[in-house]
């Protein structure tokens, strides 16, 4: 299935900030490409799309932001805040909050994983984009529910499935 185009009401879906510039390197023309993933996002769950704010940096700003939000001193792949209208349903008008993604994190688990680093972050992203829109993988079923979206949404942006190779213990 392809993507549609963006229309002129959601040029700005994308909101991005890049501090660490080695993420220049991890996937071209991030702007184009949060877009163009945020767009398959609302198109799988057939909801109008609203803006999203993308933190490109590194571990250890993750690891702060971990650490004063979640009271993990360590840093993680992707972490999503969802923004106080993140409750409404989204429209073109509804800030639905910030993701923020660590380069360092991201590049290991793709190598440990055996995917090229711009496919980890596309998939970092619909994931990070899904608990904004309220999906969780606390729960089992939850968990099955979020990957099955993830599958579908990666596979509109021509990857394919980012559980198949993974160790059970790291299928999160």
């Keep these: 299935m392809r993507i549609k185009t963006a229309t002129p009401e959601i040029d700005h879906l994308a909101d991005v900030r890049i501090e660490d510039d080695g993420w220049n390197d991890v996937v071209a023309d991030l702007d184009e490409a949060c877009h163009r993933v945020l767009l398959a996002v609302f198109e799988e769950i057939s909801q109008p799309p609203a803006p999203v704010g993308l933190l490109f940096t590194d571990d250890a700003a993750v690891r702060t932001m971990n650490a004063t939000y979640r009271d993990q001193d360590k840093p993680t792949n992707v972490l999503s805040f969802p923004s106080d209208s993140a409750a409404l ?15 360092e994190t ?7 994983q055996g995917k090229t680093a711009a496919a980890h972050t596309h998939h970092l992203i619909v994931h990070g984009a899904l608990h904004l829109l309220g999906h969780d993988h606390v729960e089992p079923a939850a968990a099955e529910a979020m990957e099955t979206l993830e599958r579908a949404i990666l596979e509109r942006l021509g990857y394919g499935d980012p559980y198949a190779e993974m160790p059970e213990a790291n299928n999160q």
């Design 106 to 112: 991201i590049l290991a688990e793709a190598v440990a």
């Design 89 to 103: 349903p989204p429209d073109q008008n509804t800030f639905l909050g910030d993701i923020a993604l660590a380069r």
